[in-house]
């Protein structure tokens, strides 16, 4: 019989832990998002990790240690704004990481659009009576827009033909990326334009639709 045995001392912790929510993006348009979690630890057999920051669980106090994953899915706290998600992680004999966290931005708002205008509620493509002309606004800024004819009231964005400028409209789309709420968009339609949009003598519906850069679109 061996008159001796082998014991493994390990004071070292889990190196290189990051956090990224939603793979880095800036922004979340819903609080459930995916959590992806990097080691340099090559073998990562009896890991955990404790999350916190997210929805039932605010603090590290209340946090519980559980298996480690490379990726997790969670909610995120409720009500729109910047949120911040922790992450410890220790190895099979206890040795914790310090904290890594990582932030997004909750924002769930829908744009609302306000129109002014027309101001000719029918044209034609007749020089002098081919032309109707609108202003918008939105409540929060925002960083694309279009103006469409689509097919009813409630439509929302991807129903829509987007009014094409070939024929002397303007401002009937924009991706600069930033609009302020509070300047005013003027846009101009010609019979052209609108007939390319939607064909024959009719009663057409244009909504304007605008996204945020968070990516959320307008839908009344």
Not at 10 to 34: E, F
Not at 82 to 110: M, Q
Not at 191 to 212: M, Y
């Amino acid at each position: 019989m061996a008159s001796y045995f082998n014991l493994t001392l390990d004071t070292t912790a889990p190196s290189g832990l990051t956090l990224s929510i939603n793979d880095g993006a800036l922004y979340a348009t819903s609080t459930a998002v995916k959590l992806t979690v990097g080691l340099s630890d090559e073998v990562t057999t009896g890991y955990q990790m404790k999350i916190w920051g997210i929805d039932g669980v605010d603090e590290e106090a209340s946090a519980s240690w559980e298996t480690f994953a490379k990726t997790k899915s969670v909610n995120l706290t409720s009500g729109d704004g910047l949120k911040t998600v922790h992450i410890k992680v220790r190895d099979d004999v206890g040795n914790e990481t310090e904290e890594v966290s990582d932030d997004i931005t909750l924002n769930t708002a829908v744009p609302v659009v306000t129109i002014t205008g027309p101001d000719k509620t029918k044209i034609s493509k007749v020089e002098g009576f081919n032309k109707s002309k609108i202003t918008f606004t939105c409540d929060v800024d925002f960083a694309e827009y279009k103006v469409c004819v689509v097919p009813q009231t409630s439509s929302t964005q991807d129903a829509g033909t987007v009014i094409p400028t070939t024929a002397g409209s303007i401002n009937t789309s924009g991706s600069d990326g930033s609009y302020p709420k509070t300047t005013p968009i003027e846009v101009t339609i010609t019979g052209t334009d609108l007939e390319t949009a939607s064909s024959g003598d009719s009663v057409k519906i244009v909504k304007v639709f605008v996204k945020t850069a968070a990516g959320i679109w307008s839908v009344a």
